[in-house]
């Protein structure tokens, strides 16, 4: 599927909580792998940045040089942060701005939990560094919040970096 950029309306709504039994949810889940997977780069991905307002994610840092902590492939539907400790300032970028990367002040460490799509499973994720963050940028994605809202102003903003 396509990821919708800014400022395609999808991206600042705040996304319904679903059924992680529905059919259609399961599929929405299967479609945000299939997508971060082909995505060069990425690490996580929003149902809302597939332009569907729905409360699921997924998220993969396997092999991110920032990891610390690593639980694999997470898919979540109706995620909550239970527990955000020890912010931090860093850098964070986003499929649905693609030009642009800001400076970020997220927890370190975070508890999230919610359902596995399909089995109905609650999860509990206890993350810390990128992974943490991670999981904070696509939580903020279904509350309709884009890094570039937590940026501390326009001096915090910068044109992404292209490699050859």
């Known amino acids: 599927m396509d990821v919708v950029r800014l400022p395609h309306p999808a991206l600042k709504q705040r996304a319904m909580e679903v059924d992680p039994f529905d059919p259609e949810v399961v599929r929405l889940a299967e479609s945000l792998v299939e997508t971060m997977r082909v995505s060069p780069a990425c690490v996580g991905l929003a149902a809302n940045q597939l332009g569907v307002a729905r409360r699921v994610f997924c998220m993969d840092v396997t092999g991110h040089p920032r990891a610390r902590t690593c639980h694999g492939l997470v898919v979540l539907a109706n995620p909550e942060v239970i527990l955000a400790e020890d912010p931090a300032l860093a850098r964070e970028g986003c499929m649905s701005v693609p030009d642009l990367t800001g400076n970020v002040v997220r927890a370190r460490r975070?508890?999230?939990?919610?359902?596995?799509?399909?089995?109905?499973?609650?999860?509990?994720?206890d993350a810390d560094a990128i992974e943490a963050r991670c999981l904070l940028h696509e939580i903020d994605h279904l509350d309709g919040l884009l890094f570039l809202d937590r940026a501390e102003g326009p001096s915090a903003v910068f044109p992404r970096r292209r490699y050859k």
């Open 110 to 125: 975070v508890v999230v939990r919610g359902v596995v799509p399909g089995t109905g499973e609650e999860r509990e994720v």
